[in-house]
């Protein structure tokens, strides 16, 4: 769920072969995606979405399914019995919202996700509810979206994934080169 530098005036790369981090995060995605059993090239699709409004939604979607999918798999190890299938429980993680006392974000702070991996997936979330619950944005870049809220700064720090910069000026490259900020 890291954040990873990219100048999209180059070609989008394909080959998950590349010695780059851009490489490196869509061979660890696609790890991910084959055990959940979704199609492989599903990140690349996604990133190529036509609007950062659809991009955010089906960002969101994958995060959840991934919450999911961790918190399963942590339940599984820490019942020491890793064919355990329960759909009592399936559903009971189904039911979990992403956000709240009782959320998967929760449970992923449990079970000690990094604070920067939990930050990223509830600003993702503050940012999809923000698309998703009003049809006015639907048509604002998500450069426009963020710089229309008041949690701006916080969301520019876990959207990014970048330690130190001047906020204006990332905001300013996010604007030249809109598919910066999708990394």
Sequence with gaps: MASVV??????????????????????????????????????????????DWAFILKIDALLESAAKHIIRHGLQIKLLHPTFRNDILDEFIDSLSMNGRTSLLKLLESSALPEDELRFVEVTRLVRNAYAHDIEYADLTLTQLINSRGDKSRLIKYLSGIKTYDEAMLMASYEKDPIFLRF
């Excluded at 590349?18 to 690349?44: N, P, W």
């Design 6 to 51: 990219f100048r999209s005036h180059a070609p989008l790369p394909t080959d998950p072969c590349d010695h780059d981090r851009f490489g490196i995060l869509l061979r660890e995605s696609q790890k991910f995606l084959r055990r959940v059993g979704l199609q492989k090239d599903l990140i690349l699709k996604i990133l190529k979405t036509d609007s």
